[in-house]
C-alpha cells in the first residue's frame, strides 16, 4: 500500500509539475491561459505594480533556491521521506507559482512593439525554440529524476539513492546551463514588451545570475574537480565565450547584465 501511495503521490506531482510549465509558458506569452503576464486591471499605479511584481518574483526565487540547497534537503527530509523530497518540492513549487500568477499586477505600457510579421514570427519561433531547448535538457542529466519519479522507482526496488553522475554532452557540452539561460531569455522573447513584462524579464535574468553562482558552488562542493575542470572549459552561457578566461560566470554575467541596462535604456520613453 505504501508504494501505491508513494507512486500516486510522485504521479501527481510530475503531472502538476508539467501543467505548472505549460501554464506559466501561457502566462508569458499570454495567450491560452486564463490570466496572462499583461492580463487584469492596470489602475496607473506604476510603482506599488513595480514593487509588487518584484516581491513576488523575491519569493518565487528564494523558494526555488534556498529549498535547492543541500543545508535544506538535509533539514528537510527529517520530515519528509526523502525518496519523496523532490516531489514534494514540485507540489510547493506549483503553489508558488499560483500566488505568482494571481497575484501579478500587469503594466499594460508598451516598451515595443514589433509590427512586421516576418520579425515577429521570428520572435515567437525563438520563444518556442527555448521551450524546446530547455525540455530537452531535462533529459540530459535525468529527466524523471528531476520531476521526482527516478526517487521512487528506486525505493520501490530497494535500491541505493543514485550517486550523483556528472556528464558533459549534448546541450552540456555548449554550456554548463542551458536551462537556466532558457528562463532568463525566454521572457524577453515577445513582439510586445511591456513594463510589466520587462520587470519580470529582468528580475529573472538577474535573479538567475545570483543563484548560479550559489549552484556552482554546490556542485563544485559536490562533484569536485571534475566540475572544476568543467568550469574552465565550457562557458556558464554564451557558446560563443569559451576559452578559461571567458568560460567564467563573472565575466559572462557581466555581458548579461550590458544587455539588461542596454533594454532598461530603451525602456525610458515609456516609462516617462
Known sequence: MKK???WTYAGIAYALAMANIVYIVGFLADFGVPKGINTGHYDGSLTSAVVVNLLLVTGFGLHHSVTAR??????????????????????MTAVVTAILVVAWQPIPITVW????????????GAFL????????????????????????WRWVREARPAEPVF???????LIRHPISLGWMVLPWLTPRMT??????????????????????????????ERYQRYRKEVPAFLPFLRGRASAGLGRQALCISAVIGLMFLLALPPLH
Open 195 to 224: 513594463v510589466g513584462q520587462l520587470v519580470f524579464a529582468v528580475s529573472v535574468t538577474l535573479y538567475v545570475l545570483i543563484a548560479t553562482y550559489f549552484e556552482e558552488a554546490d556542485l563544485v562542493s559536490e562533484l569536485g
Open 167 to 173: 556528464a558533459a554532452r549534448y546541450l552540456y557540452a
Open 4 to 6: 501505491v501511495l508513494a
Open 113 to 124: 512593439h514589433v509590427d512586421n510579421v516576418w520579425a515577429a514570427g521570428a520572435i515567437i
Open 129 to 152: 525554440l527555448t521551450i524546446g531547448m530547455m525540455f530537452s535538457a531535462t533529459f540530459h542529466f535525468g529527466h524523471f529524476g528531476f520531476f521526482g519519479l527516478s526517487q521512487v
Open 70 to 91: 543541500p543545508f535544506f534537503k538535509r533539514w528537510w527530509t527529517r520530515f519528509v521521506p526523502a525518496h519523496l523530497e523532490r516531489a514534494t518540492y514540485l507540489y
